[in-house]
């Protein structure tokens, strides 16, 4: 049964590849492959090329190291078992359901064959975990080791499912390995109890740290890590024997828990159609949407009354945008407030100042990393764009209102990060470099620019999405890889080369105006005043591109490019 299994496996990896190089002849797939490829030469393998920056990305091989790699397979081999599902369901594709599950097969071959299946995927990330930091594994360690790990991984999930029919259920699980997990710890505490010690009574930094490696080595320690030090060895030996007797070793160990996988005979295939329709559910979403709803029951802004489809728009983007992505805002905005608080806690001149250079970096970050995580307007509703064409809206209305959601949300944490910084700097004094940020001249530019320039990013993204729709919509096939990554940058390339060119025009007349306003009193009325044309040049070139861009939207063919990518 293994031979056509294998043949599977290997003749479904090959179409694969075969189907990524067919659509190489497509222009956007061969640019986007070759950015990709570049971006990974210039910083990543070429710099490995090198014999000092070899050195220098590896992990230590050193026995501290294995150390630390033992202690986080421990931790994954525990807490797996904490995990809340127990139907013991194993992913599997559509056409995977359809073909094993009626064949005259064991439920032993199944798993042999999802083994097989993670093969080629795991052999590709254990080249690049090696590329990129455990060298010393050759590879083969690495992939040894995740081969065994993910064999683990299907024992434990069946296990679990085992462990339900014995009506031991998630919380009991949670329970033991809460306290198992507070033993070790505890353990651990006890053993290294002479080093905290010492660490107390010694003003030696260097020393103490030298003495760390040395809680590793007790007894109870060294047999708690007995079998996550066989995976630490494999993925970084510090000899060649080390990775020969650790490979070896692994082997037997993944024969072993793959028999006691198979002699659970747990009844896996409902919950494995029920587990492969919530993968399948998911990642369709995920690719055709590009977002997950994190917070379903998060209420509209606002109750919807009669009104015209443009503040419906509006109405749906902003919903869409509380329900799946204010998250991040949120956390972005929280962590700069608690850098404030502190701050103004701790009163320290160099901490004012490193909070006003984060914020000054976050303020200028912002437009483009709001606009990237805030995708509910055009990006979001491209693959319906058949029912977007039947509203009866112009084309510029409809793309103002699909922008405007995320434009009010980016708009007011622009503002907000601008204002608290400005705050932030005022408090350092004039004395500071960055004091200039708390000057009414710098607030009223700044606030002033702060709208025009979020609506021009938002629109420079939207306009992707019209103008080349095959490059806002990804396929089932290019969620990742050489083909996304190198996309992603072409698109960011023409994004800052298109807000240059847009920003120039207004840069060119404020930047006269505002030293003339300078000779004549830095009161914030002519500052104003000398914003004000420039301002203007930046809304015209907004209307401008508004109509441009309605136009070229209702001449877009539903049936063309937007199908095929989809």
């Known amino acids: 049964m293994i031979r056509p299994l294998w043949f599977v496996t290997t003749r479904s990896f090959k179409n694969r590849l075969l189907s990524r190089l067919h659509k190489l002849r497509s222009p956007r797939y061969a640019i986007s492959m070759v950015a990709g490829l570049a971006y990974l030469w210039f910083f990543a393998f070429r710099r490995m090329l090198a014999t000092d920056a070899g050195r220098n990305v590896s992990f230590p091989a050193t026995g501290f190291g294995l150390d630390v790699i033992s202690l986080i397979a421990l931790a994954a081999m525990i807490f797996v078992w904490a995990l809340p599902d127990q139907g013991g369901g194993l992913t599997f594709t559509e056409s995977e359901v359809q073909f094993l599950f009626p064949a005259p097969i064991r439920r032993r071959d199944l798993l042999l064959y999802k083994i097989l299946r993670q093969q080629p995927s795991i052999l590709i990330s254990a080249t690049m975990v090696s590329l990129f930091g455990f060298r010393h594994s050759r590879v083969v360690g690495l992939w040894v080791a995740f081969v065994v790990l993910s064999i683990y991984f299907t024992m434990a999930s069946l296990g ?5 029919a014995m009506r031991i259920g998630f919380f009991s699980r949670l329970l033991i390995v809460c306290v198992a997990t507070a033993a070790i710890v505890t353990l651990l505490v006890y053993d290294a ?27 109870w320690v060294k047999t708690l890590l007995f079998v996550p030090r066989i995976f630490a060895g494999a993925a970084q030996p510090l000899t060649i024997q080390q990775l020969l007797v650790s490979c070896g070793s692994l082997i037997v160990l993944g024969v072993f828990f793959f028999e006691v996988a198979a002699k659970l005979n747990v009844s896996f295939e409902d919950a494995s159609l029920e587990a492969s329709q919530k993968h399948a559910d998911t990642t369709g979403n995920s690719r055709r949407l590009g977002r997950r709803v994190m917070f379903r029951r998060i209420p509209p802004p606002f109750r919807l009354k009669a009104a015209g489809p443009e503040v419906a728009i509006v109405w749906k983007n902003l919903t869409a945008a509380l329900r799946m992505s204010i998250a991040w805002v949120v956390i972005v905005l929280a962590i700069f407030g608690a850098l404030i608080a502190d701050s103004a806690i701790v009163g320290s001149q160099g901490l004012h100042m490193s909070v006003t250079a984060i914020g000054l970096m976050l303020a200028a970050l912002f437009p483009f990393l709001g606009s990237q995580a805030l995708r509910q307007d055009l990006r979001l509703d491209l693959p319906r764009i058949e029912l977007l064409k039947s509203y009866p809206i112009r084309g510029d209305r409809l793309v103002l209102a699909e922008i405007a959601a995320p434009a009010i949300i ?5 503002i907000i990060i601008l204002s608290a910084t400005a705050i932030t700097s005022h408090v350092t004094g004039s004395a500071s470099k960055l004091a200039f940020i708390g000057s009414p001249e710098f607030i009223i530019i700044a606030l002033l620019f702060a709208i025009p320039i979020c609506l021009a990013q938002l629109l420079i993204q939207n306009a992707v999405a019209i103008l080349i729709p095959g490059w806002a919509i990804q396929s089932g096939e290019e969620t990742r890889g050489f083909v996304n990554l190198g996309q992603r940058l072409v698109i960011l390339g023409g994004n800052l080369l298109v807000l240059a060119v847009g920003l120039l025009p207004a840069a060119v007349v404020f930047v006269p105006l505002y030293l003339l306003a300078r000779r004549f009193g830095s009161n914030a009325f002519m500052l104003a005043m000398s914003t004000a044309p420039a301002i203007a040049i930046l809304l015209t070139e907004i209307w401008i591109a508004l109509r441009f861009l309605g136009a070229q939207f209702d001449q877009i063919d539903i049936t063309n490019e937007i199908d095929a990518a989809l």
Do not use: C, N, Y
């Open 410 to 414: 980016v708009s007011i944490v622009e």
């Open 160 to 164: 679990r499912a085992r462990l339900k």
């Open 193 to 219: 109890r002479g080093i905290f010690s010492r660490w107390t009574q010694s003003t030696d930094v260097g020393l103490s740290l030298r003495s760390l490696p040395s809680m590793f080595h007790t007894p």
